[in-house]
């Protein structure tokens, strides 16, 4: 296994190589993705400021505690675009050409080749910026160092990546069956925009039903939440450990769809 793990982590070495010199290639292109990546997270802190400038709180968060939570949001989604997102993309487009058939013969599993061969460099600067911005937010707050903390963040961060990614990949799959998979990544924002905020924010009859819909049924919304609740506001175990059996439920979901998705595949040459 462990011999497994170090072949995969050299391919996408070796992927991660390859598409920064692809990428490199057209520096200006790269710029201009980078520029518009900072000019995003810059006009939200500005608007962020302007309204922790009228309040102290927002749905119980404090400004250094919110302005952590969006770094977490940044990074997570940084993760989430250099690695998977165009690849998803692309995917409908391999099936309509029957391409597919090229990545499917090769000796290597099917999942990582479609979801990991290319990487958008150009957005990788989103994980930098958030990771700046929550020390920030630290340093704000006069955070001190809590093992617990900082271990329970560690986990969460990486589940809240496993179960955006695993949403995903569900919804990239269904476009084996519906060819064009435009609509499906439209709604894959829609969770993204879920993502970006509090989920403190539904309140009221109403908006609480949402809330927890989209914490247990769906639960989209454990992504940043969680990560970001551990380090600076309340360190809830049974919240981590839900956030951990989602994250495994939910690759293993999406690994079982993916190859259903695949059986289903009609090759170019069929």
């Not at 802190?45 to 952590?68: L, M, Q, R």
């Not at 496993?162 to 829609?190: G, H, K, P």
Request: charged fraction near 15%.
């Amino acid at each position: 296994m462990v011999a497994g793990v170090a072949r995969y982590a050299r391919m996408l070495a070796g992927l991660a190589r390859y598409t920064l010199a692809r990428e490199m290639a057209f520096r200006g292109n790269f710029l201009v993705k980078v520029s518009v990546e900072l000019l995003w997270m810059g006009i939200l802190v500005a608007f962020y400021k302007t309204v922790f400038a009228k309040t102290s709180t927002i749905a119980g968060w404090s400004e250094p505690d919110y302005f952590f939570f969006v770094g977490c949001f940044f990074a997570i989604n940084g993760v989430i675009e250099t690695f998977f997102l165009d690849n998803c993309n692309e995917f409908a487009e391999l099936v309509r050409t029957g391409d597919l058939d090229f990545l499917l013969l090769r000796p290597i599993d099917e999942q990582f080749l479609v979801s990991c061969r290319k990487m958008d460099w150009g957005t990788a600067p989103n994980l930098l910026m958030g990771a700046i911005l929550m020390g920030i937010a630290l340093a704000q707050k006069g955070w001190t160092f809590d093992p617990a903390r900082a271990s329970a963040f560690v986990v969460a961060f990486a589940c809240g990546v496993a179960i955006a990614y695993s949403f995903m990949m569900m919804l990239t799959s269904v476009s084996v069956w519906m060819v064009r998979n435009q609509s499906l990544m439209e709604m894959w924002w829609l969770f993204s925009s879920l993502v970006r905020y509090p989920r403190e924010i539904f309140s009221g009859r109403g908006a609480e039903t949402i809330g927890r819909f989209f914490t247990f049924v769906v639960p989209i919304l454990l992504v940043s939440n969680v990560p970001a609740d551990v380090m600076v506001r309340v360190l809830d175990p049974w919240m981590v450990a839900w956030t951990v059996v989602v994250a495994g439920a939910s690759l293993w979901v999406s690994r079982r769809f993916f190859h259903v998705a695949l059986r289903s595949y009609r090759s170019a040459s069929s």
